[in-house]
């Protein structure tokens, strides 16, 4: 296949996908809606609303925007409040959708998306962090920092920084470097379990 008729392709799926989905019946999550349980805020949803709102700076279709839009506005009050959301949760999987938010909030300039964003800003304020800084990957799993979680926080805990505070560059360059510290570590220490015939395999690291 040629490279336009990849991207052609693609195109139709993802049509595909947003025709076919609501936020409370997402078709890319389909293992969500055979469940039979309702739609929550969550970080896979974020990853497909996030591709949609690119697409939408690529191509400047508003099927891409009106659909994106509608499926945040499911979720987001006017005073700010996530349906299903709970800060105290302190879940870095639920900020990852936050991204999404400050590109509304540029387009339309909706006071209720910056309201929702201080909203999840309020959770990395007080999510558990490591004696090195890192934050916890969940509440539920004490001392541990995952890669991934890097990813589904660290961008949001930077923007509203950023935006006010440009020191906030430097603070998350320091947390990343911990992260760094961190899967050397591991590596060096799966190496040595590989040696002895042990396998410890890392995705996430209790650090104390």
């Known amino acids: 296949m040629t490279h336009e008729e990849i991207l052609s392709m693609l195109g139709d799926y993802v049509d595909y996908l947003i025709a076919n989905s609501s936020a409370d019946a ?5 293992e969500k809606v055979r469940s039979g349980k309702p739609n929550k805020w969550n970080y896979i949803d974020g990853c497909m609303i996030t591709a949609c709102l690119s697409l ?10 009106s659909f994106s839009r509608d499926f945040i506005d499911y979720f987001v009050q006017p005073d700010g409040s996530i349906k299903t959301y709970d800060p105290k949760e302190y879940n870095l999987d ?14 339309f300039g909706d006071e209720k998306y910056r309201r929702a964003i ?20 969940k509440d539920i799993y004490p001392w541990q ?18 935006r006010d505070n440009k020191n906030a560059y430097h603070h998350v360059l320091y947390l990343g470097e911990r992260i760094e510290r961190i899967d050397y570590r591991l590596l060096r220490l799966d190496a040595l ?11 996430g690291a209790r650090i104390n």
């Open 56 to 65: 939408y700076k690529t191509t400047g279709d508003e099927k891409y925007l």
């Open 145 to 162: 920092v995952w890669l991934d979680g890097t990813y589904m926080a660290q961008p949001f805990y930077m923007e509203p920084e950023s």
């Open 193 to 203: 379990y590989q040696a002895v015939g042990g396998d410890i395999g890392f995705f």
């Open 26 to 30: 997402p078709m890319w999550n389909i």
């Open 118 to 137: 201080d909203t999840i800003r309020s959770q990395l304020l007080t999510q558990p962090r490591t004696k090195e800084g890192n934050f916890w990957h």
């Open 94 to 107: 639920n900020v990852n959708q936050g991204k999404n938010l400050f590109t509304l909030y540029d387009i």
